[in-house]
């Protein structure tokens, strides 16, 4: 403190004035190892409401990186050649594709006519269960049996090609951009 | 007398309808579900407890008078809710994701997750028709950032040299989530066969409850808050 006050007190010019080594706000310069108590409590109080401020600062979301278009893609004139079809396979084509809605169209109106019917089914023998006890009817309905934490998996493997060696080597799985902290924290 | 024309002429189909309903009888839909039934006649279904206008005059509109507008129900815009404040942004609010009705399930993530992002979003978007059909009610349907594998390789397979590997391939993980809340016990059963049967290839169909991790892992790490805490743990800890 009293080194401050010399400081201040010399007769400089305020525009050349560079101060490398004072500055109000320096905090405690000494060893953190014997502080008196009433110092300590000072700066952890300081530091609480240091917390409670960032604390109450709103959630960022990480941005999601899925549709970013890498900049070498945008810079060529890259373009496919036009391809010229003769209007014969362009009726055929068009014609495929018109028989391929009609079948997809179907499909899907059975698939859904089948799913109310299985759910108009489950109600029918919901009701009658419920006409020969209510314990019952009572526990069809309970949610703790489902399989709650479910994962299922489409088709992964294909049939083995002949004579191939998969190369060696590994994966390596990184974590997604800002979950994690990226700067090496000291240990505490 | 153009108004009482109208008039007669709507009540004398009211009664005609009635007589015929009353001889033909109704036509329910459903023996088992007799909730709604649905008369038809004279091309027209009147269903039972829809009030008739009894004089619908749909040609003139009268924009000048005050009675404008009256009875008008399209184009009307639903409430919007309150924006969200910025302080609130985030937050885990446990009591939004529960169910609301006995035996309703609490919020659910289907998390429809793989390599080939084509893939991964017709079939996120697969499932979020589904439920949009079986009218769940669907909290959110949301991206979660996607995290990278990268393919290396080398002679040998020594894992523990797997760091100083030259990188072949990176492959990304694309992950789509649809929240769902208040879904009957009776359906899910129903809707997870459904979503089986349609699972394409190498996609990871994976069901969970909607817990703080996973609505945590959707947000930025904070590094100065948490470097301020580690400091305040280092003064705790020293006293």
């Known amino acids: 403190m009293a080194l ?69 893609w945008k810079m060529d004139k890259r373009a496919r050649s036009k391809l010229e079809i003769s209007e014969e396979e362009e009726d055929k084509r068009v014609l495929l594709e018109k028989e391929w809605a009609r079948k997809t169209f179907r499909s899907r109106k059975q698939e859904s006519w089948k799913i109310k019917l299985l759910l108009r089914h489950q109600q029918r023998a919901l ?5 020969e006890s209510e314990k019952l009817y009572n526990a069809a309905l309970q949610c703790e049996d489902l399989s709650i934490p479910f994962t299922c998996r489409g088709p ?30 000291p240990e505490v | 007398m153009y108004i009482l024309y109208l008039w007669c002429k709507h009540v004398l189909q009211f009664f005609v309808a009635v007589l015929l309903s009353l001889i033909r009888g109704p036509k329910i839909k459903d023996k088992n579900m007799s909730l709604s ?41 639903k409430p919007k809710p309150p924006p969200v404040r910025k302080k609130e942004v985030g937050t885990w609010k446990p009591e939004e994701y529960k169910a609301v009705k006995e035996n309703h399930l609490d919020a659910l993530n289907f998390i ?84 089986m049967h349609y699972i394409p290839q190498s996609i990871t169909l994976k069901v969970d409850k909607h817990n703080e991790e ?16 580690a400091m305040l743990q280092q003064l705790y800890d020293s006293r």
């Open chain 1, 4 to 72: 401050k006050k010399v400081f201040f007190s010399l007769p400089v010019c305020s525009s050349r004035w560079i101060s490398t080594s004072c500055s109000r706000s320096a905090g405690f310069q000494g060893s953190k190892a014997n502080i008196p108590l009433e110092m300590k409590l000072r700066m952890i109080e300081r530091k609480k409401r240091r917390v409670e401020k960032l604390s109450k600062q709103p959630l960022a979301f990480i941005p999601i990186t899925d549709f970013f278009i890498p900049y070498s």
């Open chain 1, 127 to 131: 009701e009658e269960l419920r006409q």
């Open chain 1, 156 to 185: 992964v493997q294909s049939t083995p090609l002949e004579g191939y060696l998969p190369p060696l080597g590994g994966y390596e799985h990184t974590d997604p951009l800002f979950s994690k902290d990226d700067l090496s924290l």
């Open chain 2, 37 to 77: 039934c649905t008369w038809h006649l004279w091309g027209k279904s009147f269903r039972v407890g829809k009030c008739l206008p009894a004089i619908s005059n749909s040609l003139r509109h009268y924009r000048n008078r005050p009675t404008h507008n009256i009875g008008r129900m399209h184009g009307l815009e």
């Open chain 2, 112 to 195: 429809v997750s793989g390599y080939d992002i084509v893939l991964v979003e017709q079939y996120a978007k697969y499932v979020h028709q589904l439920m949009i059909k079986f009218k769940q009610n669907i909290l959110e349907v949301y991206a979660l950032p996607s995290s990278n594998a990268v393919v290396k390789k080398m002679l040998g397979a020594d894992q523990r040299l797997l760091k100083a590997m030259t990188p072949e391939i990176e492959l990304t993980m694309y992950k789509r989530i649809i929240q769902v809340k208040d879904m009957p016990s009776q359906t899910y059963p129903i809707l997870l066969q459904t979503l």
């Open chain 2, 214 to 229: 996973q609505h945590l892992s959707r947000y930025q790490y904070r590094v100065e808050l948490a470097e301020e805490k």
